[in-house]
Structures are given as structure tokens and as C-alpha cells.
């Protein structure tokens, strides 16, 4: 079973900016497509944005509409980590942010819906001054 393990939450003031880190064991994600997922206090989940496994030949990513031109997700592969860099955060940007992953050749594409194979605890985001 991949695991996923995020980190890099915690308290920020309007405008400011995160950068979260998902990271994988034991496998290595260039093999799966990996994307940011949200969920807001008392909302549903919803997909913030998701890029392409490494060994797919190129580096194809989505984003929600309302995350575009903020946000931004990028992979070290050395590291084995998917970044997600959040940019000029807004109070409704508060939310518990996870991590999941798809297997490459699984037959399901990067995209935001929520059928994801795999799935990180979560790592909490507060945007509040």
C-alpha cells in the first residue's frame, strides 16, 4: 500500500503564503498522478489541483478555477514529494488539505474528483489575522 504524508499547514495571515509537501512511502510517486484535495469546516471535499505521474512524459497539471494564478503544484522526485505553493491566501482557503494519489495505468486520469486510490490524513490550513 502507498502511504502519503502531509506537512507544511498551520496559521497564516491574509494574503500570505504555504507551501504544503506531500511525500510518499515506499514507493515512489512518479508513478502516480497526485493531487490536492480540500475540505473546509461544515463543506465537502472538493479538488484544489492535481499533476501528472512522473514517468507519463510530461508534467500536466489542473487546477480549480478559483485556485488559478495562486496556487501552484510542482514535484521533486529526488524527494519524492508533491508540493502544493499557495500564494495570496484568502480567509476561505481554511481548510484541512489532503494529499491522494492514483496509480499510473490504473486507468483514471489526474483530474479533481474525489475517486482517488489513495489518501493522506490531512494537514490543517488556518488563514485568519
Known amino acids: 500500500q502507498l502511504q502519503l504524508a502531509e506537512s507544511g499547514g498551520g496559521l497564516v495571515q491574509p494574503g500570505g503564503s504555504l507551501r504544503l509537501s506531500c511525500t510518499g512511502s515506499?514507493?515512489?510517486?512518479?508513478?502516480?498522478?497526485v493531487g490536492w484535495f480540500r475540505q473546509a469546516p461544515g463543506k465537502e471535499r472538493e479538488g484544489v489541483s492535481c499533476?501528472?505521474?512522473?514517468?507519463?512524459?510530461?508534467?500536466?497539471?489542473n487546477y480549480a478555477d478559483s485556485m488559478k494564478g495562486r496556487f501552484t503544484i510542482s514535484r521533486d522526485s529526488a524527494k519524492n514529494t508533491v508540493y502544493l505553493q499557495m500564494n495570496s491566501l484568502e480567509v476561505d482557503d481554511t481548510a484541512v488539505y489532503y494529499c491522494?494519489?492514483?496509480?499510473?495505468?490504473?486507468?483514471?486520469?489526474?483530474?479533481?474528483?474525489?475517486?482517488?486510490?489513495?489518501w493522506g490524513k490531512g494537514t490543517l490550513v488556518t488563514v485568519s489575522s
Open positions: 515506499p514507493f515512489s510517486l512518479d508513478y502516480y498522478h
Open positions: 499533476i501528472a505521474s512522473g514517468t507519463s512524459g510530461g508534467s500536466a497539471t
Open positions: 491522494a494519489a492514483i496509480r499510473r495505468g490504473s486507468g483514471k486520469w489526474c483530474d479533481l474528483t474525489l475517486g482517488k486510490d489513495y
